[in-house]
C-alpha cells in the first residue's frame, strides 16, 4: 500500500470511528464459516469502496481474522488481501466492470495454486450491509448491497452508519477452483461472475423483495379469478350488486394485510434491545446459520414456531433481524388489532386473521388469496403451529389450517422451493404465568386490550434466559414428492385446489414439524424435559 493511500485510510478512519457502529453476521465467523487461520485468507468485497474496506477491518480485527490491510506474502510476492469485483457508481456516472487490477489478482492467485500444489487460499466473501430498506414496487430502494456514489455513501453513514452490518459468508478454496476448473484468466473472471451472483441474492436474502403499494396490491387482488368468482357467486348467493361485495372483499383486505414499514423494524430494534436486556439474562439462539443458507439460496421459508407468551413474536422478529434476515410477515389473531398495538404490530409485518373462516367463502378466499400473494413475491411467512399460546408449556395440538392453504399457495404454481422451519421458542420464565395459571384454575381468558400492554410493562423484571432454537427445516416440496408424488398434476395457477390427498398429507406433515419443534427444545434447570405433543387436530 503507498504511504499516501495509507494517510487517506487514517484519515478516513477518523470519522468512520465515531459514525460507524456495526453487528457481524455470522457472530463467530471463525466457528460457523469454518475458517482455516493456518491458511492464507483474501477478502471479497462487492464495490470499490474504501469506507467499505475499513468498515470491514474494524470487524475483522474484533473478530480475531486477519487485517484486510495487511499484505500476503507468497512464492516470493506481496499481494493485497482484498479485492473488489465491481468498479460500483462515479459521481455522475454509473458503471459496473470488473476491476482490471481485480482479475490480475485473481489470475496471480490461481498460477501460485499452479506452481504450489500444497497452497489453498480462502476466498472470503465479504460485504456491509448500510440500509437493509427494500423500497417498494413503485420506488425500489437505492439499494442495500448495490454501490453508492460519494453524496449517498455520506448520507447513508449520516444517518445508517450506526445500523449497519458485516456479513461474511462461507469461504472458496481456491486450490478447488484451480484443481477442478483450472488456473487461465476465463476463471477469475468466472470468480467474479460467481461472487456478483453471491452478492445479489445476499441483498435479497438482508432485505428482501420490494414492498407492495397497500392499494395497488388491493387491486390486483380484486382482480383475481379466484376473489373475482367469490365476489360474483356472493352477489348471486345475497342478491345485492356486486359493487356492494366488492366494496366488502376490500374492507375484508384492509383488516387482513399487513404494512411493512422498514424504518419501525429499525427504531423497534433499539426498542426491543433495551427491552430484552431488562426481561432477560441472555438471549441464546441456535442455528441461524442454516436459516441465511435457505435465504440465500431462493427458498420461501415458513417459519413455524410454538407459541409460550406473546413476547414469541416480537422476539422471533428481532432474532431473525439481529441475524442478518428480514423478519417475516406474521399470522396474528385478529384479536391483537387494537388499539395501539394493532396499528403497530401491522406495521411490523403482522398480518391479521379471524379465529373461524367456517361459513364465509368471501373471506376464506380473500384470505388465501393474500396468503398466496405474499408467497408469490417471495416474503417469508410466520405463523404460529399451535394456533394459540400454550398454558402449560406443553406443543398444542398441531392447528393444520394455515399449513393447508400454504400447500394450497404451492398449487398455484409456486416456482421457489417452499420450507418450513421449526423453530423452538422458550424462557426460563414466562410473562404471563400468573394469568395462565388463572385460566387454568377456570378463570375465563381475557380479552387483550391496552390495559394489559401498560400492565405488562409494570411488570417488567428479570425472567432468566430466551431461547431461540432453529430446529432442521423440512423441504415442502420434498415432502409432497414423497407423500404425494403425482401433486404437480393438481397445480392450477387460477382455481385453489383441495385434492383427495391433501388432508392425509397436512396432517403427516403436522406430525413431523411438530416433532421438529420438539427437537428443537432445549432443556434448563427451570423448564420440563420436552415432551412428546399432544394428538394433532384435523385440518380444516
Avoid at 423494524?265 to 435457505?294: H, M, S
Wanted: aromatic share 8%.
Amino acid at each position: 500500500m503507498s504511504a499516501r493511500q495509507s494517510m487517506y485510510h487514517k484519515l478516513l478512519n477518523l470519522p468512520l470511528s465515531v459514525l460507524v457502529k456495526t453487528i457481524s453476521i455470522p457472530s463467530d465467523p471463525i466457528a460457523q464459516l469454518d475458517l482455516d487461520l493456518s491458511r492464507p485468507m483474501v477478502y471479497v468485497l462487492p464495490f470499490r469502496s474504501h469506507t467499505d474496506l475499513l468498515t470491514l477491518r474494524s470487524s475483522c480485527l474484533q473478530l480475531g481474522l486477519p487485517d484486510p490491510l495487511e499484505p500476503l506474502e507468497l512464492g516470493g510476492k506481496t499481494l493485497r488481501r482484498y479485492v473488489f469485483i465491481s468498479e460500483g457508481k462515479r459521481m455522475f456516472e454509473s458503471s459496473d466492470p470488473v476491476p482490471q487490477e481485480s482479475i490480475e489478482l485473481f489470475t496471480e492467485l490461481l498460477e501460485l495454486h499452479k506452481r504450489d500444489s500444497e497452497l489453498d487460499i480462502q476466498l472470503v466473501p465479504a460485504s456491509v450491509v448500510w440500509d437493509r430498506n427494500p423500497g417498494n414496487e413503485s420506488r425500489p430502494a437505492a439499494a442495500t448491497l448495490q454501490a453508492m456514489n460519494g453524496l449517498q455513501k455520506f448520507y447513508t453513514i449520516l444517518t445508517l452508519g450506526r445500523d449497519s452490518m458485516v456479513r461474511l459468508s462461507n469461504a472458496v478454496s481456491l486450490r478447488y477452483m484451480a484443481d477442478k476448473h483450472g488456473t487461465d484468466t476465463t476463471i477469475a473472471y468466472k470468480l467474479a461472475r460467481v461472487a456478483k451472483i453471491h452478492f445479489s441474492r445476499q441483498k435479497l436474502a438482508a432485505s428482501g423483495p420490494n414492498l407492495p403499494n397497500r392499494q395497488a396490491l388491493f387491486k390486483r387482488l380484486l382482480a383475481s379469478k379466484a376473489i373475482d368468482k367469490a365476489v360474483q357467486d356472493e352477489a348471486e348467493s345475497r342478491n345485492v350488486p356486486v359493487e356492494k361485495v366488492r366494496k366488502e372483499a376490500i374492507d375484508m383486505m384492509e383488516e387482513i394485510a399487513a404494512d411493512f414499514s422498514p424504518s419501525l423494524i429499525r427504531y423497534g430494534d433499539r426498542v426491543l434491545t433495551w427491552l430484552w436486556n431488562k426481561l432477560y439474562q441472555g438471549i441464546n439462539i441456535n442455528n441461524a446459520e442454516r436459516v441465511r443458507k435457505l435465504a440465500q439460496d431462493g427458498h420461501e421459508i415458513v417459519y413455524v414456531p410454538c407459541h409460550r407468551s406473546h413476547m414469541d413474536y416480537l422476539l422471533l422478529s428481532y432474532v431473525l433481524y439481529k441475524e442478518g434476515l428480514v423478519p417475516p410477515h406474521i399470522a396474528a389473531g385478529v384479536n391483537l388489532n387494537f388499539f395501539p398495538a394493532g396499528p403497530i404490530f401491522r406495521r411490523g409485518g403482522a398480518f391479521f386473521l379471524r379465529r373461524t373462516f367456517k361459513g364465509n367463502r368471501l373471506y376464506s378466499t380473500v384470505f388465501r388469496e393474500y396468503l398466496a400473494e405474499l408467497f408469490a413475491k417471495g416474503y417469508s411467512v410466520e405463523y404460529f403451529s399451535e394456533g394459540g399460546r400454550s398454558r402449560t408449556g406443553r406443543l398444542l395440538p398441531a392447528k393444520t389450517g394455515m399449513l393447508a392453504m400454504t400447500i394450497q399457495a404451492m398449487l398455484r404454481g409456486l416456482k421457489r422451493p417452499v420450507t418450513l422451519v421449526p423453530v423452538y421458542i422458550g424462557y426460563e420464565h414466562v410473562m404471563e404465568v400468573s394469568t395462565y395459571a388463572k385460566e387454568l384454575q377456570g378463570k375465563r381468558k381475557e380479552k387483550e386490550n391496552f390495559g394489559q400492554v401498560v400492565g405488562i410493562v409494570r411488570k417488567l423484571r428479570n425472567y432468566g434466559k430466551g431461547y431461540v432454537n432453529f430446529g432442521e427445516p423440512i423441504p415442502v416440496n420434498h415432502f409432497l414428492n414423497e407423500k404425494a408424488p403425482e401433486w404437480q398434476k393438481d397445480i392450477d395457477p387460477i382455481e385453489p385446489q383441495r385434492p383427495n390427498w391433501l388432508n392425509p398429507v397436512v396432517n403427516e406433515l403436522a406430525d413431523r414439524m411438530m416433532t421438529k419443534i420438539n427437537d428443537a427444545a432445549a432443556a434448563n434447570a427451570l423448564t420440563c424435559v420436552p415432551q412428546p405433543c399432544w394428538p394433532r387436530a384435523n385440518a380444516r
